[in-house]
């Protein structure tokens, strides 16, 4: 929601490390201006890494995850180089561009803001990820309350609202759901 408003923007998700990455888009990885990888660090706590394409030249590889802790920077900086990269070498080189994949590759840590308790991960991630996708920096500068994260949640929530499409379920998903309800009733009620 926050990534496809952005032109350009491609986002994964946190699940394809554990299922796998899908075929590289259709499109030049020149005409992507962000990809966005956010992942669920062991298993407890949220990271992202955006990766700003600026081609053919530079790729810029912004890592952020709130508690700034050593662990976590490892895990992010490995995600990077042994699954993400090779991924977009592999999408660069079958999309049969005549352009050199990047030789520049810019790493930046986000150093600010950190989270002001242990539980916000997921909005901090989501506020950086807003902030870095339109190019607003303002929430690097916030010193973040825990105040500050109950605003970012509302405000959150009000997207949500407010941009979420229903899309109605097709006569066959409609059938898998009721096939479904039933074989979760043969085994929870009593016959």
């Keep these: 929601m926050i990534a496809e408003s952005v032109d350009g923007c491609i986002t994964f998700s946190s699940l394809t490390l554990v299922a796998g990455w899908p075929k590289p888009p259709r499109q030049w990885l020149s005409e992507t201006s962000y990809v966005v990888m956010p992942i ?34 490892k895990e992010l900086d490995n995600t990077w180089d042994y699954q993400l990269r090779p991924y977009l070498e592999k999408w660069h080189s079958q999309s049969g561009s005549k352009e050199p994949f990047p030789k520049q590759i810019i790493v930046k840590w986000i150093a600010k803001p950190s989270q002001p308790d242990l539980k916000c991960c997921g909005v901090m991630v989501l506020g950086i990820l807003y902030a870095y996708l339109r190019n607003t920096h303002r929430f690097e500068r916030h010193r973040v309350t825990e105040a500050y994260v109950s605003v970012i949640r509302l405000r959150l929530a009000w997207l949500l ?7 109605p379920h097709s006569k066959k998903n409609l059938k898998e759901m009721q096939k479904t309800i039933q074989e979760i009733s043969k085994v929870l009620l009593p016959q």
């Design 40 to 73: 669920n660090l062991s298993s407890n706590y949220w990271g992202v890494i955006i990766v700003e394409i600026t081609f053919p030249t530079t790729l810029t590889v912004y890592f952020y995850e709130p508690l700034h802790d050593h662990c976590y920077r």
């Design 161 to 167: 609202l407010c941009t979420t499409k229903m899309i």
